[in-house]
């Protein structure tokens, strides 16, 4: 089996999406912070996030580079990565959210589950983490079993990560990631599989932004 490019067709719920795989190093695009030589492809998980919300919301595909070079004019690079609330408050301030069909309140980083709840069931986004340090998109809710679940987007697909697996309740089918393993010298000593769309706990995510869906100006 091949390794998974720069991205991937998949469908969820009847809609088809194309996945960005953050994984590839063909991410080339700067994403710096102080010229610290970052790429998305080790630094634009906040790019990936939005940019897989608003494909889900209005099936709008953006191009990550124009969405991270919006993202350094307005502020939104931080020196860990994407500062998501400087980024999303520029991207309002600027238009440019107006024309992907989002709005952002200026909310910051929430952790109100109650409302991040509300806010998915009535059919909008959000960016979050799931574990410190990685910012995913939230797309959909569900009750299943008399248990909440959120479905998200992860770009490096952290399905099976340590901090996450154990909250992972479904992975979607054709989400499959196929990746390299190297060791610390960069050499490929062996290959992994996970998934890029899979159904959490809805208490799972933490420091969430929330996207309301609006009509796209574009």
């Known amino acids: 089996m091949e390794m998974t ?4 067709e998949m469908t969820c719920l009847g809609r088809a999406l194309r996945f960005c795989n953050q994984k590839s190093r063909d991410w080339t695009h700067p994403y710096e912070y102080e010229h610290n030589g970052s790429t998305l492809s ?8 939005l940019v897989h919300a608003v494909e889900w919301m209005h099936g709008i595909r953006l191009d990550p580079d124009q969405v991270a070079e919006i993202s350094v004019a307005v502020g939104g690079r931080g020196d860990d990565g994407t500062d998501r609330p400087a980024m999303l408050h520029g ?3 600027c238009g440019f959210a107006a024309e992907c069909g989002f709005r952002y309140d200026d909310d910051g980083l929430l952790n109100d ?7 998915m069931t009535a059919g909008n986004a959000a960016l979050c983490n799931l574990r410190v ?3 995913v998109a939230l797309l959909a809710a ?3 079993g008399g248990r909440r679940q959120l479905l998200a987007m992860d770009s490096v697909a952290e399905s099976a990560s340590e901090k996450v ?12 990631i196929r990746y390299p393993i190297r060791n610390a010298a960069g050499d490929t000593v062996g290959f992994g599989e996970s998934w890029a769309l899979f159904w959490v706990d809805a208490d799972l995510p933490k420091d969430f932004n929330l996207l309301h869906k609006v009509e796209p100006r574009r």
């Open 5 to 8: 490019g720069k991205t991937k």
């Open 142 to 144: 569900r009750e299943t």
């Open 113 to 119: 589950h109650e409302l991040l709840w509300r806010h």
């Open 42 to 49: 080790n630094a634009g998980c906040g790019v990936f996030a």
């Open 91 to 93: 991207m309002m301030a």
């Open 133 to 135: 340090g990685h910012i």
């Open 165 to 176: 697996r154990d909250h992972v309740r479904e992975v979607v089918p054709g989400s499959e």
